[in-house]
């Protein structure tokens, strides 16, 4: 079964960083799309940050010019550099891939969703 698991989240003084990454494990075949997706409490799901498997990347305008996301394909691995945090990006952050694996066609996973708070 294939897994994906965040790592990197914790606590934060505003304007200070975190660094998140994203794993994926399993019989994994091919990875098109990943993201970061982010729940405050009471909020929606929001989309952060895509990437796709050319490299092409898209940001919420909320986080434009403070994070990046990458991927690292020899390690099926996203990752996402938050710079400059603010109190409103307090909230789990979740990561998710379109992983075609051995058992059956692409599928979006989801990770159990790592904690960020920044406090004020």
């Known amino acids: 079964q294939v897994q994906l698991v965040e790592s990197g989240g914790g606590l934060v003084q505003p304007g200070g960083s975190l660094r998140l990454s994203c794993a994926a494990s399993?019989?994994?075949?091919?990875?098109?799309?990943m993201g970061w997706y982010r729940q405050a409490p009471g909020k929606q799901r929001e989309l952060v940050a895509g990437?796709?498997?050319?490299?092409?990347?898209k940001y919420a305008d909320s986080v434009k010019g403070r994070f990046t996301i990458s991927r690292d394909n020899a390690k099926n691995t996203v990752y996402l550099q938050m710079n400059s945090l603010k109190p409103e990006d307090t909230a789990v952050y979740y990561c998710n891939a379109d992983i075609q694996s051995s058992r059956r066609s692409y599928f979006i996973y989801w990770g159990q969703g790592t904690p960020v708070t920044v406090s004020s």
């Open positions: 990437i796709t498997s050319g490299g092409t990347t």
């Open positions: 399993g019989s994994i075949v091919n990875i098109n799309d």
